[in-house]
C-alpha cells in the first residue's frame, strides 16, 4: 500500500454459503478495543481460533474467515471439515480449499463460538513473506456484521461497540457520515473520479484489505478508461495466482469531502478478474492507501460509514520508483557482541570484538530476496535479477531493516540516488541507480 511496493490483495469472493456465525462482546464490556500492526496501510490484528493465538488481516474485502498458514510447531484443531473449491483475483483456476464449521474465535472480549472457517493449503501463496511477519489468516464480514466498528489508522487500534454504547452515538455526529451498501457481504459507496477531463460518479468497494489507493477495472465497466500514461506492472498475489495489469493516475478523485490530486490508480488485467463475482455497476475498489489517511467507522446494521482525517490526508502519493518487488525471505543467525556495563545496560556492536569484555550472542535476523523486477524499471538497467539477495540499500544492513522500510526507500522521492548490495550465486555485486517518476 502508499503506493506500496507490493499490492497484497487478498479478495475472495462469495461461495453463496449461509454462516451461522456472530460475534458477541461479553463480559458486559461497552467496547472492545483492539490494538494492530499496520504495514503498508493493512490491518492486522490478534486472534485465538481454537485456543491457540493467531494473526489474521482484518479486510472488508473478503466474506469468509480465511486460515491459509500456521507456524512450525503450531497445532490447530479444526472439525467438520468438507472440500470446497474457492476463486479469487489471479490468472488461474479455482483452488482446493477445505470449511470447518462450530470453531471458536476470541478477539479480547469479541467472541464467536460457532465460528466458520474457510483452509486453503497453497503452497504457493506465502503472504507473510510480503509484509514480513507471521499472517495467519483473514478475517472478512463476520467481524463486522453486527456491529460499528472503529479503526483508527494512527492510534493503531479497531474499537468494536456494543450497540448498547452511547458515547459512539455522540462521537459519529462529530463525522462525516456518507450511505453504504452492503452486497455480497461487501461495503460499497459511491465516489467521483476525473479523468481524461470527465467527471463520473462511480461505485467502489471499501476494501481494507488493499493497500493500493484505487483499483479501477476498465475492462469491466464502461465508464472506466485507461489514462494517457501507464506502465505495465505486477501488482500482486491472490489466491488463483499472480495479478498483472497497469498503473497510471487519475488526475483527481474526491471520497467524501476530500478532493485527491492525482491518487495512484491500479488497472487489473481482464485475466485476472475472470473469476470475479462483479456486483452489479461496481467501478474498482478504495484501498487502504486512501482509507490510513482517515480514522473511519463502519456500520453495516445501518448501512453507514463515517470518516474524519487525520494528519496523512494531504500527503502525496508516491510510487515505487525502482522497480523492484521485496519479499521477506526467512530469518538467519547472525552473530553480534555486546558489553556489559555495571549499570545494566548493555551496548550491541555488530561485527566488533576488539574489547576483551566483549561477548558474542547469536540473534535471528531477517533475510530479503527480490520478488520480481518490473520490465525497463531502474533497477532492470542496473542489472539487478528476481531472486538476488539484498545485504543493504544506501548502506543500511536490511537485518535492521523492515519491508515497510526498504519500499519507503524505494519510493522517497524522484531523483534519489540508491546504492544497493546483493548477493548472487555466493557472490557480491554492488550497483546503483536513480529513482525516476515515470507515471
Request: hydrophobic share 35%.
Amino acid at each position: 500500500m502508499k503506493n506500496s511496493v507490493v499490492l497484497f490483495l487478498l479478495l475472495i469472493f462469495s461461495l453463496n454459503s449461509f454462516s451461522q456465525s456472530e460475534f458477541k462482546i461479553i463480559n458486559n464490556k461497552r467496547k472492545v478495543v483492539i490494538p494492530f500492526k499496520s504495514i503498508n496501510n493493512l490491518v492486522f490484528i490478534p486472534v485465538t481460533v481454537n485456543d491457540v493465538p493467531l494473526t489474521f488481516l482484518l479486510d472488508t474485502g473478503v466474506q469468509q474467515t480465511i486460515i491459509f498458514s500456521l507456524d512450525e510447531g503450531e497445532d490447530l484443531k479444526l472439525r467438520n471439515v468438507e472440500s470446497i473449491k474457492l476463486k479469487g483475483l489471479g490468472s488461474k483456476d479455482a483452488i482446493d480449499a477445505y470449511s470447518s464449521t462450530k470453531n471458536k474465535i476470541e478477539i479480547k472480549n469479541f467472541v464467536d463460538e460457532n465460528h466458520e472457517i474457510y483452509i486453503v493449503l497453497n503452497q504457493e501463496f506465502n503472504f507473510s513473506s510480503q509484509v514480513g511477519i507471521p499472517v495467519n489468516g483473514i478475517l472478512g464480514y463476520d467481524f463486522f456484521k453486527n456491529h460499528k466498528v472503529e479503526i483508527d489508522y494512527r492510534s493503531k487500534r479497531v474499537i468494536v461497540y456494543s450497540n448498547q454504547d452511547k458515547f459512539i452515538i455522540k462521537k459519529l455526529k462529530k463525522l462525516n457520515s456518507y450511505d453504504i451498501t452492503i452486497e455480497i457481504f461487501k461495503p460499497y459507496i459511491y465516489a467521483d473520479i476525473k479523468e481524461n477531463n470527465q467527471s463520473k460518479s462511480l461505485k467502489f468497494l471499501l476494501d481494507t484489505g488493499n493497500s493500493d489507493a484505487l483499483w479501477l477495472f476498465e475492462n469491466k465497466h464502461k465508464d472506466v478508461n485507461l489514462p494517457s500514461k501507464t506502465i505495465d506492472d505486477f501488482l500482486g498475489r491472490g489466491f488463483s495466482g499472480d495479478i498483472f495489469g497497469k498503473r497510471g493516475r487519475v488526475k483527481s478523485f474526491l471520497f467524501g469531502n476530500h478532493l485527491f490530486n492525482e491518487p495512484i490508480t491500479t488497472y487489473p488485467d481482464s485475466i485476472s478478474v475472470r473469476s470475479v463475482n462483479f456486483v452489479e455497476n461496481r467501478a474498482g475498489s478504495i484501498g487502504g492507501e486512501i482509507l490510513s489517511r482517515y480514522t473511519i467507522v463502519f456500520d453495516y446494521p445501518n448501512n453507514k460509514f463515517y470518516s474524519s482525517p487525520n494528519q496523512k490526508i494531504d500527503e502525496e502519493f508516491h510510487f515505487n520508483m525502482s522497480g523492484i518487488e521485496v519479499e521477506h525471505a526467512g530469518l538467519e543467525w547472525v552473530n553480534e557482541t555486546f558489553e556489559s556495563r555495571g549499570s545494566g545496560i548493555k551496548i550491541f556492536k555488530d561485527q566488533e570484538q576488539e574489547k576483551n569484555s566483549l561477548q558474542i550472542r547469536f540473534t535471528l535476523k531477517p533475510v530479503f530476496k527480490v520478488a520480481s523486477i518490473r520490465k525497463n524499471s531502474s533497477a532492470e538497467e542496473a542489472g539487478i535479477k528476481k531472486g538476488d539477495r539484498i545485504i543493504s540499500v544506501n548502506g543500511i544492513n536490511t537485518h535492521n531493516l523492515t519491508i515497510e522500510k526498504i519500499n519507503q526507500l524505494l519510493k522517497s522521492e524522484e531523483g534519489k540516488n540508491i546504492s544497493i548490495e546483493l548477493e548472487r550465486n555466493g557472490v557480491t555485486i554492488k550497483t546503483k541507480f536513480q529513482l525516476k517518476k515515470i507515471i
